[in-house]
Structure formats: structure tokens, C-alpha cells
């Protein structure tokens, strides 16, 4: 009990493991009982089981002889790949030279950090007079919504660099731009690559505003059609799709960090 609030306690795998599990199944629990129970309509709370049934229509249906569930998960990935790797490539850059000069910082983040704590599905309605229904808007808006928080990120990590790195390699004959592309970004890409995997995640959370515009395909739209005809059960199922889908991008993303930065702490 004395390391029980101690955050420096390290505990070990197997017992992390067993209280993440423990966690699930506590709740599954209460849901599972509250649902028995009778105490709240299945309208409005679908036992657990009925989105275990749900899942199971969704993933495939006989009548149509196809995945519902599988079409859906397809379609939002590849807008948020999509997505991605625009954020990336144009999101790496601004922050680099953000983090690079202060001149550049003090001109551009005026323009980039309110929007870290601004709604971003507020300017829904802009996007879509600007950009109409089809699939360019949905990409915009997921594309807004995570390279505000990209930009950001990789300028701090290269703004907390150590200026020693770039003082020795000025000391070494480099040029001040050879010191930030060889010294200072690769000391500041383990938390850049953090940076990627927080805007992919947040990628994730847009993924239902972005496609309740005129998507005929995805997770979004699985979704919506299901609240119109008052299926909560396949709501459930497709929140919890969405939920899964981004602890899963989250955990490769990490693992694969791990493998490129082994001498790195994980996100």
C-alpha cells in the first residue's frame, strides 16, 4: 500500500494485463446486469448480447451476401489514410521550420494554435459550402481537424532539442539548415513520431461527423442509418468498431516506434 500511490512504482506486465481485463470486465458486467435488469429500455441501452448479434448481421449479411461491417471499415480507413498522409506531408514541414526559426514560429502560430482548442466540427457548414458533399470535403475536414494538432507537436519536439546539438554541429562546418536536418530533427523524431500518432488518433474521433455528410459508405454512415431506425444495438456495434479500430492504429503505431526508436519511451 505504501507504493500504491507512488507513480514512480513500476509495476509488471501481468499485472497490468490483469487489471486492464479486469476493468472490461467489470464493465461488461454492469452493462450485461443493468441491461437484465430491465431498468433501462433496450431502445435506449442494447444488452450486450444484442450487439454481439449485431455485429454478426453486420459482419455478414446473407440477403445482400456481403459485409456491411467490412464495406464500412474499408471506406473510413481510406479516407483517414487518405487524410494522413496529407497531414503528414504538409503538417511535418510547417512544423519543422516553426520549431527551426522563431521568426517563422511567432508568424504562423497566431494562425495554427487556436485552433488546438477551437471546435473544428464548427466549421463544418464553411467546408461544405466551400468544398460540397462529395469525398474532397470529408478528407478536408479530417485533414483540419489533425494538422492542427501535428503542427504543434513537431514544432515543440524540435524546439526541445538540446541547443548543444545544434551549437556541435555548427562547431563541426555545418550550415545552420545541416544543423537542423542533421542533428536536430533526427534527435527530435522519436517525439515527432508521437506527434503523428496522436493526429492519427485524432483522425479517429472525426470519423463519424466527417461522413454523416452524404456518405454512402462508412462507419459514419453505419451509424446514422442505424440511429434512424432506432437500431442502438448496430450503433453500439459500430461505435465500438470505430473504439477497437483506433486502439489497434494506436498500438501498431507504437509498437513500430518502439522498433525504430527502441531506446525511446512509447506514447
Known amino acids: 500500500m505504501a507504493q500504491f500511490w507512488n507513480p514512480s512504482h513500476?509495476?509488471?506486465p501481468q499485472t497490468q494485463r490483469m487489471l486492464g481485463v479486469g476493468a472490461v470486465v467489470v464493465?461488461?458486467?454492469?452493462?450485461a446486469l443493468v441491461s437484465a435488469s430491465g431498468l433501462v429500455n433496450s431502445n435506449r441501452l442494447p444488452a450486450p448480447w444484442e450487439v454481439a448479434m449485431?455485429?454478426?448481421r453486420l459482419a455478414w449479411d446473407p440477403v445482400r451476401q456481403e459485409s456491411l461491417l467490412l464495406t464500412s471499415v474499408l471506406w473510413s480507413g481510406g479516407r483517414l489514410v487518405v487524410?494522413?498522409?496529407?497531414?503528414?506531408?504538409?503538417?511535418?514541414?510547417?512544423g519543422i521550420l516553426m520549431g527551426a526559426s522563431p521568426r517563422i514560429n511567432a508568424t504562423?502560430?497566431?494562425?495554427?494554435?487556436?485552433f488546438r482548442s477551437a471546435p473544428i466540427v464548427a466549421l463544418l457548414p464553411i467546408m461544405v459550402m466551400w468544398f460540397g458533399i462529395?469525398?474532397?470535403m470529408?478528407?478536408?475536414?479530417?485533414?483540419?481537424?489533425?494538422?492542427?494538432y501535428l503542427i504543434p507537436l513537431v514544432r515543440d519536439a524540435i524546439r526541445s532539442v538540446p541547443q548543444s546539438y545544434w551549437i556541435s554541429a555548427r562547431d563541426l562546418g555545418a550550415t545552420p539548415w545541416e544543423c537542423i536536418r542533421r542533428a536536430v530533427i533526427p534527435m527530435a523524431m522519436p517525439r515527432i513520431v508521437d506527434g503523428i500518432i496522436i493526429a492519427i488518433s485524432v483522425m479517429w474521433t472525426y470519423i463519424t461527423v466527417a461522413e454523416y455528410v452524404n456518405a454512402k459508405e462508412g462507419l459514419g454512415q453505419l451509424i446514422q442509418n442505424a440511429r434512424r431506425f432506432s437500431a442502438m444495438d448496430q450503433v453500439f456495434a459500430g461505435i465500438i468498431t470505430i473504439i477497437a479500430l483506433a486502439l489497434i492504429t494506436h498500438r501498431v503505431m507504437t509498437w513500430a516506434k518502439r522498433?525504430?526508436?527502441?531506446?525511446?519511451s512509447t506514447v
Request: aromatic fraction near 12%; avoid cysteine.
Open 54 to 56: 449485431a455485429f454478426s
Open 108 to 114: 504562423l502560430s497566431p494562425l495554427i494554435d487556436p
Open 27 to 31: 464493465v461488461l458486467a454492469t452493462w
Open 10 to 12: 513500476p509495476i509488471s
Open 83 to 94: 487524410a494522413g498522409i496529407l497531414v503528414i506531408l504538409i503538417g511535418l514541414p510547417i
Open 134 to 136: 462529395g469525398e474532397e
Open 138 to 148: 470529408k478528407i478536408v475536414f479530417l485533414f483540419s481537424g489533425a494538422v492542427v
Open 259 to 264: 522498433k525504430m526508436f527502441p531506446w525511446e
